[in-house]
Nanobody, 124 residues
Framework: QVRLVESGGGLVQAGGSLRLSCAASGILGRYTMGWFRQAPGKERESVAAISWSGGNTNYVDSVKGRFTISRDNAKNTVYLQMNSLKPEDTAVYYC??????????????????WGQGTQVTVSS
C-alpha cells in the first residue's frame, strides 16, 4: 500500500521560512516526486517537481529563487524548503508521486499517489 505523509506546515510571518517533508512508503521503482498547492477557491497548482536522481527539478515561476525541492532516497523523503514566504503562498500543500518516473514533470494529471496535505499560512 502506497502512503505519502506530509509534515512541516504551519503559520509563519511574511518573509519567513518553512520546510515541508513528505515521507513515502510502499512505492517501487524510480518515481518522480512533486509538490502542489491549493488555495481556497482556486485550482490545484504545481509548485515543484524532482526526478528520481534529483538531477532534474522544475518550479513554477512564482516560487523560483525562493523554494527548493530536494529528496533523500535512502529515507524515501522529499523536501520543500520555502524561503521569503509571501501571503499568496498560503495554501494546502500536497506531495505526490509519479510511479512512471516522468522526469520532473509538473503535470498534475501524471501523478499517481497523493498525500493528505499540510496547511501553510503566511501572515502579512
Amino acid at each position: 500500500q502506497v502512503r505519502l505523509v506530509e509534515s512541516g506546515g504551519g503559520l509563519v510571518q511574511a518573509g519567513g521560512s518553512l520546510r515541508l517533508s513528505c515521507a513515502a512508503s510502499g512505492i517501487l521503482g524510480r518515481y518522480t516526486m512533486g509538490w502542489f498547492r491549493q488555495a481556497p477557491g482556486k485550482e490545484r497548482e504545481s509548485v515543484a517537481a524532482i526526478s528520481w536522481s534529483g538531477g532534474n527539478t522544475n518550479y513554477v515561476d512564482s516560487v523560483k529563487g525562493r523554494f527548493t525541492i530536494s529528496r533523500d532516497n535512502a529515507k524515501n523523503t522529499v523536501y520543500l524548503q520555502m524561503n521569503s514566504l509571501k501571503p499568496e503562498d498560503t495554501a494546502v500543500y500536497y506531495c505526490a508521486a509519479d510511479a512512471g518516473g516522468t522526469t520532473a514533470t509538473m503535470n498534475v494529471w501524471v501523478y499517481d499517489y497523493w498525500g493528505q496535505g499540510t496547511q501553510v499560512t503566511v501572515s502579512s
